[in-house]
C-alpha cells in the first residue's frame, strides 16, 4: 500500500512537472523544472524495479540534458513568448 | 487557431485510453511481454551462458549487441553533426550577444570543491561500468558520469580549463576508438571461428572458460560504449555551451 | 464512481500507469504542435519519449518481482553456487564440467522483473541525449541565421527573405541582359528598383559586385539565410539595443 501511495503521488506529480515545464516563460526555469520531472520519473522507474533504465535517467535525463539545455538557452534569447 | 492542435491530441488520447483498456493487468506476471520465450530465456539462462548477474548488462552488451553498437554509432554520429553544424558559425557579432554574459574570476569557493569532488565523480564513473555486472550500471551510466566529471569542470573555470584536458580533436579520436573497440571485438570473435560479437569465441586468446570469455568481452565492449559516450556528451556540452567558438565560460 | 467493474475504476485506480502515460504523451504531442518556442517543442518532444519510456517499463513489471539482477540464492557467482558444487565434486570445483550456474525453472522466472523492455529503452535514452543535443545546435544556429527561435516569427522572416531573394537576382539577371531588348520588363524593374533603393544598401552593393564576377552571385542565392542577418547588422549602429536584432525588423514590417 506504501509503495503503490509512493506510484500514485509520483505519477501526478510528474504531470504537474510537465505542465510547469510547458507553462512557464522563462525557458530557463523551464529547463530546470524539466530536470525536476527527468528526476522524477527516474524515481518511478526505480520503484518499478528499472534500477538500470532509472539510472541511466538520473545520469542523462537529469543531468547532461538539463546542462546542455541551459547551456543552449545561455547562447538564445531567454524568453519565450509561450 | 491553438485549438485546432487539440483535435489530433484528443484523437490520438482517445485511441489509446481505449486500447489501454486492453491492456494486461498491472503487474501481471503472465502478460504477453512478460511470458514471451525470448524474456524468458534471458532471465533464465543468462547465468547459464554469461555469468553475469546483472541480466540487462548482459542483454545490452551480449545477446542484443549488435544493436547496442550501432546505438553507439548514433550517438557518435549525433556528436559529429553537432559539430560540424556548429563549427565556424560562432563568430561575434555585435549587440547580438547575451546580457547575462560576465565575465569574472572564477570563483575560489567553486573551483576548490570542484578540485575535490572531480576525481571522486571519476573514480565512482570507472566503479560503475566496471561493476555493471553485477549491479545497475554499464558503459552507458559511466560514460555520461565521466562525461559529466569534465563538464563540471568547464562550469567551475570555463571551457578553455577543461579542453586543455579534453580537447575537442581528443574527444572526436576517443569516441572514434570506442566504437572500433567494440567493432573489433566483434571482428576478433569472428577471426576466431566465430559470427560477429559472438564473444564466446574468445576463450581461445583469453584463459578462461566461454562463459567468462563472454563475461570479460562484455566489459570491454562496455569499456568502448563508455569511451564514446564521454567524449560525445563533453563535446556536445562544450560546442553547444560556445556557439561552436570552443572558448570562455558558459 | 470508483466501484469495481466502472471504466473510471478501471483506468484511474487500477491503470493509473497507463492513464499517465498517456496523459504524458498528449501533454508531449500537444507541446510539439501547439507552442511556438523551439525549445519548449524539443521539451515538449524529450516529455513524448519519456512518456513512451514510461509505458515500455511499465510493461516490464510483474507482481512481488525483483529487479532484474539475480538474487544470491542464483547468482552464478554466489556462495551458493560453489557450495552445491563442492558437494558433487570436491576435487576439480573450479573447472570441472558440474560447475556453474544452473538454468532457472519457470516458477522461479517470474521473481525477476522482465529485461528485455528495460535494455531497449536504456539505450533509447542515451540516443535520446544525442539526438535532443542534435536538436539544439540546430536551434543555436536557426537562432544566428535569424536572431529569433519563435516559429511564428521566424516563417515571417523566411517569407521576407524570400521574398526579397526572387525579386533581387531576378532584378540584377534581367538588368543586366534584357534591359535594352524588353519593354514588358520595365515595369518590374522600376518596383524592385525602388525596393532596393528604399531596402539595404549593402545589399546592392552586393549586387553591384555580384555583376562583375559570378561567385559571389552563386553563394547569395544558395543561401539567402546567409544574406538575411546582414541586415541586422548593417541597421545595428543606428538601434543600439542589445540583443534586439528582431526589433528593427518587425519595426520595419
Known amino acids: 500500500m506504501g509503495l503503490e501511495l509512493f506510484n500514485t503521488f509520483i505519477l501526478l506529480l510528474l504531470v504537474v512537472a510537465a505542465l510547469a515545464a510547458l507553462r512557464i516563460r522563462d525557458l530557463i526555469t523551464a529547463s530546470a523544472v524539466f530536470g525536476i520531472y527527468s528526476f522524477l520519473m527516474c524515481l518511478l522507474w526505480a520503484e518499478m524495479g528499472a534500477v538500470d533504465v532509472a539510472f541511466t535517467e538520473a545520469t542523462v535525463g537529469a543531468g547532461i540534458s538539463t546542462v546542455v539545455l541551459v547551456a543552449t538557452i545561455f547562447n538564445l534569447k531567454r524568453k519565450s513568448n509561450d | 487557431m491553438k485549438w485546432i492542435s487539440l483535435v489530433p491530441v484528443l484523437a490520438v488520447g482517445g485511441l489509446l485510453l481505449f486500447a489501454a483498456k486492453d491492456f494486461p493487468e498491472w503487474g501481471d506476471p503472465q502478460s504477453p511481454a512478460s511470458s514471451s520465450p525470448v524474456s524468458s530465456h534471458f532471465i533464465n539462462n543468462t547465468g547459464v551462458d554469461t555469468e553475469v548477474p546483472n541480466m540487462v548488462t548482459a542483454v545490452l552488451a551480449d545477446y542484443r549487441g549488435f544493436d547496442t553498437m550501432f546505438e553507439t554509432v548514433v550517438v557518435f554520429i549525433a556528436g559529429v553533426a553537432v559539430i560540424a553544424i556548429l563549427k565556424g558559425s560562432g563568430r561575434r557579432r555585435g549587440g547580438l550577444r547575451k546580457d547575462h554574459e560576465v565575465e569574472a574570476e572564477p570563483d575560489l569557493i567553486v573551483t576548490n570543491t570542484v578540485r575535490l569532488v572531480v576525481p571522486v565523480i571519476q573514480i565512482f564513473a570507472f566503479y560503475v561500468l566496471a561493476h555493471g555486472h553485477v549491479s545497475p550500471g554499464g558503459g552507458f551510466q559511466g560514460g555520461v558520469v565521466m562525461g559529466a566529471s569534465f563538464i563540471l569542470l568547464a562550469l567551475a573555470w570555463d571551457l578553455d580549463h577543461a579542453l586543455v584536458r579534453m580537447s575537442l580533436p581528443k574527444c572526436i579520436i576517443i569516441a572514434a576508438a570506442g566504437i572500433i573497440l567494440y567493432g573489433g571485438i566483434g571482428f576478433l570473435s569472428m577471426l576466431l571461428g566465430g559470427e560477429f560479437l559472438d564473444y564466446a569465441e574468445l576463450e581461445k586468446v583469453l584463459p578462461v572458460s566461454r562463459e567468462m570469455a563472454r563475461y570479460h568481452a562484455m566489459l570491454g565492449v562496455e569499456i568502448g560504449v563508455g569511451f564514446t559516450v564521454t567524449s560525445i556528451m563533453f563535446a556536445l556540452y562544450a560546442n553547444l555551451s560556445s556557439e561552436g567558438r570552443l572558448k570562455g565560460g558558459l | ?253
Do not use: W
Open chain 3, 1 to 253: 464512481m470508483f466501484e469495481d467493474g466502472t471504466v473510471l475504476n478501471e483506468l484511474l485506480v487500477e491503470r493509473l500507469n497507463y492513464f499517465i502515460y498517456v496523459v504524458l504523451l498528449l501533454i508531449g504531442l500537444h507541446a510539439m504542435i501547439a507552442k511556438k518556442n523551439l525549445i519548449k517543442k524539443l521539451i515538449g518532444m524529450s516529455i513524448f519519449q519519456t512518456a513512451i519510456i514510461l509505458f515500455y517499463v511499465s510493461i516490464s513489471v510483474k507482481e512481488d518481482a525483483t529487479i532484474p539482477i539475480y538474487k544470491p540464492e542464483h547468482d552464478p557467482h554466489g556462495e551458493h553456487t560453489y557450495a552445491q558444487n563442492l558437494d558433487v565434486n570436491s576435487s576439480n570445483s573450479e573447472m570441472g564440467a558440474g560447475h556453474g550456474p544452473v538454468a532457472l525453472q519457470s516458477a522461479e522466472t517470474a521473481q525477476y522483473a522482465n529485461p528485455l523492455p528495460h535494455v531497449l529503452m536504456l539505450t533509447a535514452i542515451v540516443v535520446g541525449v544525442a539526438t535532443l543535443g542534435l536538436a539544439l545546435a540546430l536551434c543555436q544556429r536557426i537562432y544566428q541565421g535569424y536572431g529569433t527561435i519563435e516559429e511564428d516569427e521566424l516563417l515571417n522572416k523566411i517569407e521576407r527573405a524570400d521574398a526579397r531573394t526572387s525579386l533581387s537576382p531576378l532584378a540584377k539577371a534581367k538588368s543586366s541582359r534584357k534591359l535594352s531588348n524588353r519593354n514588358s520588363r520595365k515595369s518590374v524593374l522600376e518596383e524592385t528598383g525602388k525596393e532596393k533603393t528604399k531596402g539595404v544598401a549593402s545589399m546592392r552593393a552586393t549586387t553591384g559586385s555580384k555583376q562583375k564576377s559570378s561567385a559571389p552571385k552563386r553563394k547569395a542565392i544558395a543561401n539567402p539565410s546567409q544574406a538575411k542577418p546582414r541586415k541586422p547588422v548593417a541597421q545595428k549602429p543606428s538601434g543600439k539595443k542589445p540583443g534586439g536584432s528582431s526589433k528593427p525588423n518587425k519595426g520595419s514590417a
